[in-house]
């Protein structure tokens, strides 16, 4: 062990000092432990590296060069030139490329320490064959170097492969890559004899982190001569660690002389201590049998045996017989010894305890006990608790079995109240033990009495328990790993927690087997009273579907009658293989039956939603399911990221195959709501996917669906097929499914094909020889199966590890000289197939073939890949080597089935993980052919480590845990922008329905509550709340939600909008709102795009460096800041390279490449629709042209043809860019002209097609000034292109805005399609109004920008140099503080009688004088309820008093006012005032008399229109002394022009005639007043225009848009804010809600009732006595069902 190693050993070891302390006597210097400790700390901070702490080791990730390979083969590599780093990097590359395979970072450092070592030895040796001095001088330098790799041979080379390929199994046969490795070594050594370094050689074992033994444990202590005193007897060891030192400085050249000196220093410090002689003899032959002698001191080195419970026992056994614990037996003085090293005392105090327990002869173990402390200990406590175990297990006797679950039974579970009670037991049973294990007083170190009174709590437990003999029996049982724990015991054995009867653990050298047989089902009578559904019997629709069926199977038997008779919510739980794709089928067949009406399927009235938890499963879903739906006529198609569906394709699907993600980014947009409404059945494969990343997503769409089920009242069906799973009664409850009729679990005896497993864990620890060791039991169980006349299949987890190992097995095959086996030459079909090998571009393949070998993976082309699966499934190739592609996407099953490693990278976590259960099981699925075989067999290779971990997995130990929390911020903020959540009670709600919720109640503690917590409050309704209120508080500081946390209420943003629809992170919006600019270049803006999170765990890896390097020069024309060593310039050069459509060689760049890009489209336009909402011109367009360079991978700065992929070759294209010739210079030439140019007629005539072809329009607009501050714009764009269906699809869409350049801001977008039907109607309009601003700017922009293709926009400019703007308006007319006139100023008492109130109001009382006392025409423009009908009658009156003979003209324009006018009046002011009233509109005209009596006519716009065209021929138009007009401010809508007409008129009868009328308009306030008064002929004192503020009862006006472009959608969208304004705003008080359309009153007001329901509250609208209220509205036939349903919640219907 070197000293280095010695001074950074650890502190749990225990020190020399509990063996200095017994040498103290009675009036001796106590030897001084802290100034020990002090000195010991001093030296490891010499010894540690500068800045560094183990803690910054543990938790920061070794940068490029911090690494102890880098440190080793390049000394003083901060010194070192960036030559010899780079080459360093470059020789990682080398390795990595010699082993053709990807290696996690650890691993392959440790090959390449491997490789680095073989090549200087081997060329070492070659030199000393011919001579030659090692190395050269170092004078030579690096050329010398480089010319002595240039000299080696061939022969040489093959030599070098050789021994490599030994230590590190099979490597590439390219020489070219070993002659590089060879160069790159030479280099680092010349850079090591540079600085006189001896090359280092490491042979050292390298297993898995031990804890090293503690500065000086090692030291042979001697006992000094008798006489010695504590001052020799120190300065005799430390002159033992100075020798020590000085021996292992050889093999540690790399010890700091300030550690020697510092050492050498302790050698000073004088303790005079006498020493007791006999303690010197025991300290002597404690020296002279070795540091680390056996128990009891009778062991000698290298015979000791492991230091376990046992060895415990018998050593006390012993100390017990030479009278050792002060009388106490061996089971108690062995309970005392664990209680006192349990303690959390010290070394030196349990020293000194232990050493007054067992006496002066037990020394030596007192050694081993502090030692081996923690091991002991926590033998001791595992060794307990399953002693606990086995003893409750015992107790319950054959209620174990009376527990078991009989699988696709009833299942039976407790009730929440039995398993609390149960829980409640087990804390008192707890806290009884407890107290008894304190009796005693706690002592039991200060004497005998104290020994004894400390155990004898749990020495009565344990002697009852068979002693401590049976203690030590259950810890070696529990020692035998979780593997023996769960080989089951018989039939009484759990399912879901042991393995089955008959598993057997075998271990060989370097690995260790486990195999599990096949669970055969059950025989005898149970098996023979299972009846399977025959096909015929089915329904005849249904049948179609199961062409080519006989009978269901006995799973899909067992639940026929509740998928296909029922409609309830199902967990199917069951292997994979077992056939629940057709459990599904069998519901979906229940739905199209539903849907049959009068013999006729009505498709459009429902819709089937499939989520698999893949791409590449939904795929083959699709094809499955839609092919065997044809005959039915049911369209099924896929819709996940590759795979995009129109929304006429949508609404023309029946059934829809989607992933998570996909579903939920459909189902969170409101525009998306009136399809997902149609979902009747939700079928969610492999549900069991709750516990992985993509849980969240999974339980957001359960509670989303079931949500919609409870407001809407509507029957969705929820299906859910998982495999076997421990904890399926709460995932069912989760699913709102039946414990006793809709949940099934079957267990592994129902797989069609049994299965047998073996889980082997290889436990080499080196590398090279862990990776061939696999190879090799890879290449037996493959041969095996051959044997038996079976195939196989080897899953990897590359695509170049395919060939690779594909190779080793060929290899080995034909060293074993068991080719043969292999060999499909005696097939009577190789001959025929050989030739369609032969014909394939892909070499490796057809080599394989012919020793009977095959690849598979996803980067094969699609012909090779068919033709693998056609050779496999003939028979011809025997064994074939695959990545899991195959066991998700095809359906190609084998006999045997080997997974080959369980690492594999993920760019998700940055680096690599374990292959998950899912993947496990799809690959297991393959496993046995239905047709053929009997049984299959699965085999899993992996590290020893990970053995008990997939075990685990398939006896199914670990439950179904939430991760819902982790993305609780995310889902809150998309549930709020769909409206579903507007305030916390109703998050707290939607919480509930969530999985999470199940497993809190279940599980506290893991979601950090306590059982406490659980029974105080059984809903979690606090802690629902509490996280509620967290995530809302962090979404208001992003900015994605507005929270009000008095009110509790959750208002959406624009920016929560955008990260909800294109599925934003919440850690990437904050990382958005901190570094988005105004103004940003593209470099600025690809860094902070490499800055979202969803990239977080990137990351850089040492071998990428050189790879990383190449490409930030060739392939990345913007800057990259951080470099490659940075992951923000990693993501960065990955963008730009995929941008580039670089060469990518790394298998991990290219995953991470993969990774990038899949998230890449979505961020950018996200991005660019927050730039958009925020208005910020200039980074919108540069944001927008990035999402389409991203979407075409075409830089903006490269010719915009390339667009036209596959019309233009490289070359024409390249001609093009070179010589500058753009669109509008190409646009300007012809044919000819461009032939000269690019050297090419036929490649002219082809660019000037394509010129013609890219899209462009043409803008013109026309302004008019609304206002001076309101601009309206006229939009003509005519687009002039040539369309062509291949380039341009069925439409074309254009973001058009109106920018301000000075201003950088933008004041109106437009989102324009134009499709091919538009495009031959020539020129398109689009009117909108933007805003202007004084002083005016010099002009505004007007962009259309396309946005699909890049380069194609267009720009027009407004100009405002000769605009005019309308006059300034005077301003409003103040509302003067003057006391309320009272009724009696009219002076008229039968006019006072006309009003029941004493006092006009404010704005009455101000116009009084005007119109009751002077013939003025008035305008009188104010808000709607001031009071201004009143104020007609004020003029009415005055026309009556003073022009009896004159009529009064009311015009009202709807028939709606005209009634309304006719009612009031007709009741009160008419009769008491003597007058008669006729009404005037197209529903009713009244005969000449009448309106010649009438002193009132009121009438609508157009009737008068009519009456008064005839003027001259009648009289009464011509007695017209008052006209008022009621709504003027409509004169800008449809019936402007006839109110026109109609005043032009009658004050052309007033001139003619020579009576004056008084024309008095009312408005609301209006803008341009003077202009409407100018017209009227209204002078100053007669205009009255007051603020829309000026309100005698004072209005709250909240506005809150929403987007979206269809109607219905938007409309459905705003029901739920609208039911929360009820609530906030008028809880008590009536409420008027108006809509746009008839049909939208019934669907509001049915929608205001579902949530009133919803709420609990369904009356709350209802605010009268239950008997009252029926009476009021029950007996009335007339009305209509949704009418009559709407008034008994309180809600009614106009329109």
């Known amino acids: 062990m070197a000293f280095g190693e010695i001074l950074g050993a650890s502190l749990e070891v225990p020190r020399v000092t509990s063996t200095l302390r017994v040498l103290v006597r009675d009036g001796g210097r106590p030897f001084d432990v802290d100034q020990q400790l002090l000195q010991r700390k001093q030296a490891l901070a010499l010894r540690s590296p500068a800045g560094a702490t183990s803690a910054d080791a543990r938790h920061v990730a070794p940068a490029v060069g911090a690494t102890s390979l880098a440190q080793r083969l390049v000394p003083e590599w901060e010194k070192a030139p960036a030559s010899v780093r780079d080459a360093y990097e470059s020789f990682l590359v080398a390795v990595q490329s010699l082993l053709a395979t990807e290696l996690p970072s650890a691993d392959l450092h440790e090959a390449a320490g491997v490789a680095f070592d073989c090549i200087d030895q081997q060329l070492g040796a070659r030199r000393a064959e011919k001579g030659e001095k090692e190395g050269g001088e170092a004078s030579g330098g690096l050329a010398a170097a480089l010319s002595e790799a240039d000299s080696l041979s061939d022969s040489d080379l093959g030599s070098i492969r050789s021994h490599l390929s030994t230590l590190l199994g099979h490597t590439s046969p390219d020489l070219a890559l070993l002659r590089r490795a060879i160069s790159l070594t030479l280099q680092l050594l010349s850079w090591q004899r540079t600085h006189h370094t001896k090359p280092h050689h490491h042979h050292q074992n390298r297993s898995a982190p031990h804890q090293e033994p503690m500065f000086g444990s090692d030291l042979p202590f001697q006992v000094p001569a008798a006489g010695l005193d504590g001052n020799q007897l120190l300065q005799q060891f430390w002159e033992e660690v100075r020798a020590r030192t000085q021996a292992r400085a050889q093999v540690d050249s790399q010890v700091d002389s300030q550690v020697e000196a510092q050492v050498a220093a302790q050698v000073d410090y004088q303790v005079p201590v006498p020493v007791p002689a006999q303690a010197q003899e025991q300290v002597r032959e404690h020296i002279l049998t070795g540091a680390d002698g056996g128990a009891g001191g009778g062991s000698k080195e290298g015979e000791e045996g492991p230091r376990d419970l046992r060895w415990l026992h018998q050593s006390c056994v012993q100390a017990a017989q030479w009278g050792g614990g002060a009388q106490l037996t061996a089971d108690e003085l062995s309970l005392a010894v664990l209680k006192l090293m349990q303690s959390p005392g010290s070394g030196d105090e349990v020293a000194g305890e232990l050493f007054n327990l067992v006496g002066d002869q037990g020394f030596e173990f007192i050694q081993q006990l502090l030692q081996h402390r923690k091991a002991l200990v926590s033998a001791a406590q595992s060794a307990l608790s399953a002693l606990k175990e086995a003893m409750d297990s015992d107790a319950a006797g054959s209620g174990a079995s009376n527990s078991h679950i009989r699988h696709g039974a009833r299942v039976t579970v407790q009730t929440e109240s039995e398993k609390q009670l149960e829980k409640l037991r087990k804390k008192e049973d707890k806290r009884i033990a407890r107290a008894a294990a304190k009796t005693g007083g706690g002592g039991g170190v200060g004497g005998p009495g104290g020994g004894r009174g400390g155990v004898e709590g749990e020495l009565a437990w344990l002697l009852g328990a068979g002693g401590f003999s049976a203690l030590v029996e259950a810890g070696e049982n529990r020692g035998g790993g979780v593997i023996d724990a769960l080989i089951g015991t018989g039939d009484d054995a759990v399912p879901v927690r042991a393995l089955p009867v008959g598993t057997k653990r075998k271990t060989y050298k370097g690995y260790e087997e486990v195999h599990v047989p096949p669970v055969v089902a059950e025989g005898g009578a149970g098996r023979a009273q299972e009846k399977l559904v025959k096909v015929a019997e089915m329904e005849p629709f249904a049948q179609k579907a199961f062409e080519g069926f006989q009978t269901l199977n006995r799973i899909q038997s067992r639940i026929y009658q509740r998928a296909f008779y029922s409609n309830e919510n199902l967990l199917v739980c069951a292997p994979t293989g077992a056939g629940k794709t057709n459990i599904a089928m069998i519901t979906v067949l229940h739905e199209v039956g539903a849907n049959f009406k009068n013999g006729v399927l009505q498709k459009n009235d429902f819709k089937v939603v499939y989520v698999a938890p893949m791409k590449a499963l939904a795929a083959e879903m699709a094809a499955a399911f839609g092919r065997r739906l044809a005959p039915l006529g049911l369209a099924v198609r896929e819709l996940t990221g590759d795979m995009q569906l129109t929304k006429r394709e949508m609404e023309e699907t029946q059934m829809i195959v989607t992933t998570p993600e996909k579903w939920d980014v459909i189902t969170r947009k409101s525009s998306d709501v009136s399809m997902a409404s149609l979902v009747r059945l939700l079928v969610i494969d492999e549900v069991h996917l709750l516990n992985d990343d993509r849980g969240p997503v999974i339980e957001t769409l359960v509670a989303r669906t079931l949500r919609q089920v409870e407001s809407s009242q509507s029957m969705i069906r929820i299906v859910g097929l998982s495999a076997t799973l421990p904890n399926y009664t709460e995932v069912a409850q989760f699913l709102r499914v039946n414990l006793d009729t809709g949940l099934f679990y079957f267990d592994a005896s129902y797989r069609p094909v049994p299965l047998s497993q073996q889980y082997i864990g290889v436990s080499e620890p080196n590398f090279a020889r862990r990776n061939t060791l696999m190879h090799e039991i890879a290449y037996e169980k493959a041969m095996n199966a051959v044997k038996n006349g079976k195939q196989a299949m080897v899953f990897v987890h590359s695509r170049k590890d395919t060939v690779k190992t594909a190779r080793i097995l060929m290899e080995t095959a034909q060293r074993n000289g068991e080719v043969e086996l292999f060999n499909p030459q005696e097939q009577p079909q190789y001959k025929l197939m050989e030739k369609d090998v032969q014909r394939s571009r892909n070499r490796e393949l057809g080599e394989l073939f012919q020793a009977g070998f095959g690849i598979h993976h ?161 809903g979690l309704v606090a802690r629902r709340q509490a996280l509620i209120t967290e995530a809302a508080r962090s979404l208001d500081r992003a900015k994605m939600m507005r929270f009000d946390e008095r009110s509790g209420q959750l208002y959406v943003t624009e920016l929560g909008r955008v990260a909800s629809h294109f599925y934003i992170r919440y850690t990437s919006v904050e990382t958005y709102n901190e570094l988005l600019r105004r103004h940003m270049s593209e470099s600025e803006i690809v860094d902070l795009i490499a800055r979202s999170s969803e990239f977080e765990n990137i990351v850089v890896r040492e071998e990428e460096m050189p790879e990383l390097f190449t490409l930030r020069s060739k392939c990345c024309p913007l800057d990259v800041k951080g470099g490659p060593e940075d992951k923000i310039g990693k993501i960065n050069i990955l963008i730009q390279v995929y941008l580039s459509r670089g060469f990518l060689d790394s298998f991990s760049l290219i995953a991470d490449t993969a990774y990038v890009s899949a998230s890449l489209g979505r961020i950018v336009r996200a991005l660019f629709e927050i730039a958009l909402k925020r208005g910020w011109c200039s980074l919108a367009a540069s944001l927008l042209e990035m999402a389409k360079a991203v979407d075409q991978r075409i830089w903006p700065h490269q010719h915009p043809l390339r667009q036209f992929e596959g019309v233009l070759t490289q070359e024409v294209l390249f001609k093009l860019e070179d010589r500058g010739l753009d669109l509008d210079r190409l646009c300007d030439m012809d044919d000819n002209e461009i032939a000269a140019i690019i050297r090419s007629p036929y490649a002219a005539k082809l660019v000037s097609q394509c010129v013609s072809q890219f899209p462009y329009l043409e803008l013109d607009a026309h302004i008019s000034p609304i206002t001076r501050t309101v601009l309206q714009v006229t ?84 100009s405002f140099r000769h605009l005019i703007l309308p006059e300034r308006h005077p301003p409003h007319t103040e509302l003067l503080n003057l006391r309320p006139l009272p009724v009696t100023a009219l002076g008229d008492p039968q006019a006072v009688s006309l009003y029941g109130f004493s006092h006009f109001n404010p704005i009455q009382t101000q116009a009084f004088h005007t119109l009751y006392h002077t013939d003025h025409s008035v305008l009188l423009g104010a808000p709607t309820g001031s009071g201004k009908t009143i104020s007609a009658e004020l003029a009415m009156l005055r026309l009556f008093r003073t022009q009896p003979g004159m009529k009064v003209i009311y015009i009202a324009p709807l028939k709606a006012l005209v009634r309304e006018r006719m009612e009031d009046w007709g009741k009160n002011f008419m009769p008491k005032l003597g007058k008669c009233m006729v009404e005037l509109t197209g529903d009713l005209t009244p005969d000449m008399k009448l309106l010649v009596a009438a002193d009132v006519i009121v009438a609508t716009p157009e009737k008068w229109d009519g009456i008064t065209r005839s003027w001259h021929n009648r009289s009464y138009a011509q007695t017209v002394g008052l006209m008022v007009m009621d709504e003027i401010h409509l004169l800008g809508q449809d019936r402007g022009p006839v109110l026109e007409v109609i005043v032009s008129r009658m004050r052309y009868i007033s001139a003619r005639t020579a009576r004056p009328i008084r024309f008095l308009g009312l408005s609301t306030a209006l803008a341009n007043a003077r202009d409407l008064a100018d017209w009227l002929g209204i002078e100053r004192v007669g205009l009255f225009n007051f603020k829309p503020s000026v309100r005698p009862v004072p209005l709250d006006v909240h506005i809150q848009g929403y987007p979206g472009k269809f109607y219905c959608p938007r409309m459905n969208a705003m029901n739920k804010p609208l039911y929360a304004a009820i609530l906030t705003h008028s809880p008590v008080k009536p409420v008027l809600v108006f809509v746009s359309s008839r049909r939208q009153t019934r669907l509001t007001a049915l929608d205001l009732i579902q949530y009133a329901a919803a709420d609990e509250r369904p009356r709350q609208f209802v605010h009268a006595g239950r008997r009252r209220w029926r009476s009021t509205w029950r007996w009335h036939p007339q009305q209509s069902s949704s009418t009559r349903c709407s008034l008994a919640s309180g809600c009614t219907t106009l329109g």
């Not at 903020?973 to 919720?997: D, I, P, Q, R």
């Not at 599980?1003 to 306590?1010: D, V, W």
């Not at 950088?1304 to 805003?1331: C, D, R, V, W």
């Open 858 to 1018: 996803a980067g094969m082309l699609r012909p090779d890949r068919s033709l693998t699966e056609k050779l496999f499934s003939m028979g011809l190739v025997k064994v074939l080597v695959c990545t899991a592609t195959l066991a998700w996407g095809v359906n190609l099953p084998a006999h045997t089935v080997i997974i080959k490693g369980t690492q594999l990278y993920d760019a998700k976590v940055g680096g690599f993980r374990e292959l998950g259960m899912l993947d496990v099981m799809q690959i297991f699925g393959r496993a046995g052919r239905p047709q053929f075989d009997s049984s299959g067999e699965g085999i899993i290779i992996t590290a020893h480590n990970q053995l008990a971990h997939y075990l685990r997995l398939m006896t199914h130990q670990m439950p179904i845990e939430s991760q819902f929390v982790a993305m609780l911020k995310d889902n809150l903020n998309a549930e709020v922008v769909l409206g579903t959540v507007t305030n916390v009670k109703e998050a707290s709600a939607w919480l509930g329905y969530t999985y999470l919720f199940v497993r809190m109640q279940a599980n506290p503690l893991a979601y950090g509550m306590t059982w406490q917590d659980v029974a105080m409050d059984p």
């Open 1275 to 1358: 939009l003509y764009v005519t687009p002039t292109f040539q369309w062509k269906e291949r380039f341009h699809g069925n439409s074309q869409r254009w973001w058009i805005w109106v920018e301000d350049s000075e201003n950088e801001h933008i004041y109106h977008t437009e989102y324009f399609i134009l499709s091919k039907k538009m495009m031959a109607q020539g020129t398109h309009t689009l009117s909108f109004t933007i805003p202007i601003f004084e002083p005016l700017p010099p002009q505004y922009y007007v962009r259309a920008i396309s946005d699909n293709w890049l380069s194609s926009s267009s720009t027009h400019t407004i």
